[in-house]
């Protein structure tokens, strides 16, 4: 049976992204070694590195301003790596709130200086987008989270502010065109639509650095890794890897106006479905909802055993909603094809046919 596979992360990856990623753990490209074994300093890893890293500026068209960095460590390193970096101990930073994640680095973050919430959706469930909110001009930046994996909701455009923006896109990198001109600094965990676990994106512009007293350990140093193109220490080189070949895998598919014209049509599917359905309702206000996680409810909770139990014999896996939600939630990243979605519609109209 075919198995759609809806998990928040790590999630799906294209097909042949797995196949070649296989054979280059048993043969890298005809050189008679692993991946897996070969040294980081080798020429056949530097070129792959490289690879990685002008698929990354070519596809999100990263200005000569900005670097690019591939670490370890997660987005949560990066929840107070960049607090460590960019906020003077004297300063304040601006945070926005949009759910678990955003307060997870808010909490990373204050250790180091003054935070101002400027605004938070908790209040309604972090069902939504703030919009107008104000940003102090001496805020060192604004922090916010472009897509919530766990709520559903997704900053559709971004705040025009003078401030640095600093952002969370561990959910929606790749998905979609970004004028990465207008961050100070963009951090994502691979494992949604850029590859495995275990490295994270970073592309940051040189001239926010550097503006902190502290002493920072090298390994928190965004200058010492920009200083050794992420070679200071081992980096993730299998997750680098694979993320190389993701990439690839998008730009031979159109690149990001074509993924994100994918991914419109995808969760337009799936949200149709969710407001014609009457047994369903969606989670996110309509204005705010993401493209990347959908996340609903049965309206009579005493269907959900069966809901989950038809997805299973459908091959519709990791439905579930987060627990914090409830509910579902489909993830319909990058490498989900059309006809996941169209699987899983097809199940919740079963439930309707069963139940209506
Ligand atoms: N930010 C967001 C938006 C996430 O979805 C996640 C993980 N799901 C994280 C941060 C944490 O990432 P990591 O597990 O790589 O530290």
């Known amino acids: 049976m075919k198995i759609h596979n809806f998990s928040a992360g790590p999630s799906i990856l294209p097909k042949t992204v797995f196949e070649q990623a296989a054979q280059g753990v048993l043969n890298l490209d005809g050189s008679g070694l692993s991946v897996l074994e070969i040294s980081h300093r080798s020429k056949e890893f530097i070129a792959i590195h490289a690879k990685a890293k002008d698929l990354a500026k070519e596809l999100l068209q990263v200005p000569d301003t900005h670097q690019i960095l591939f670490l370890s460590g997660g987005a949560s390193t990066q929840f107070f790596m960049s607090a460590l970096n960019c906020l003077p101990q004297d300063g304040n930073a601006a945070y926005v709130d949009t759910g678990a994640w955003s307060a997870k680095a808010i909490k990373e973050a204050?250790?180091?200086?003054?935070?101002?919430?400027?605004?938070?959706?908790?209040?309604?469930?972090y069902d939504s987008i703030p919009k107008g909110f104000e940003v102090s001009a001496d805020?060192?930046?604004?922090?916010?989270?472009?897509?919530?994996?766990?709520?559903?909701?997704?900053?559709?455009?971004f705040p025009a502010v003078s401030n640095p923006l600093i952002c969370d896109m561990s959910s929606d990198i790749l998905s979609r065109p970004v004028d990465v001109s207008k961050f100070g600094m963009i951090y994502a965990g691979a494992q949604k639509n850029m590859g495995p676990a275990g490295v994270t994106l970073v592309i940051v512009r040189e001239d926010i650095l550097g503006k902190v007293d502290r002493d920072i350990p090298s390994m928190l140093d965004y200058r010492v890794h920009i200083k050794n193109d992420s070679m200071f220490n081992t980096p993730p080189v299998f997750p680098i890897y694979v993320?190389?070949?993701?990439?690839?895998?998008?730009?031979?598919?159109?690149?990001?106006?074509?993924?994100?014209?994918?991914?419109?049509?995808?969760?337009?599917?799936?949200?149709?479905?969710?407001?014609r359905n009457p047994l369903f309702t969606g989670v996110a206000v309509v204005e705010d909802r993401s493209l990347m996680n959908v996340t609903f409810l049965l309206k009579d909770t005493g269907l959900e055993e069966g809901f989950l139990n038809l997805c299973k014999a459908a091959g519709c896996q990791g439905v579930k909603g987060h627990?914090?939600?409830?509910?579902?939630?489909?993830?319909?990243?990058?490498?989900?094809?059309?006809?996941?979605?169209?699987?899983?519609?097809?199940?919740?109209?079963?439930?309707?046919?069963?139940?209506g």
């Open 110 to 125: 204050k250790r180091y200086g003054q935070l101002d919430v400027v605004a938070s959706s908790k209040e309604s469930g």
């Open 243 to 275: 993320s190389m070949l993701t990439m690839e895998w998008i730009k031979a598919n159109g690149g990001l106006e074509a993924a994100e014209k994918r991914n419109e049509e995808k969760a337009a599917a799936l949200y149709a479905e969710i407001d």
């Open 323 to 355: 627990r914090s939600v409830g509910g579902f939630r489909a993830s319909i990243y990058n490498a989900m094809p059309l006809e996941g979605v169209q699987a899983l519609i097809a199940v919740m109209q079963q439930l309707e046919k069963q139940n």
């Open 139 to 157: 805020a060192a930046y604004l922090h916010l989270t472009s897509n919530n994996t766990i709520f559903g909701t997704q900053f559709r455009t």
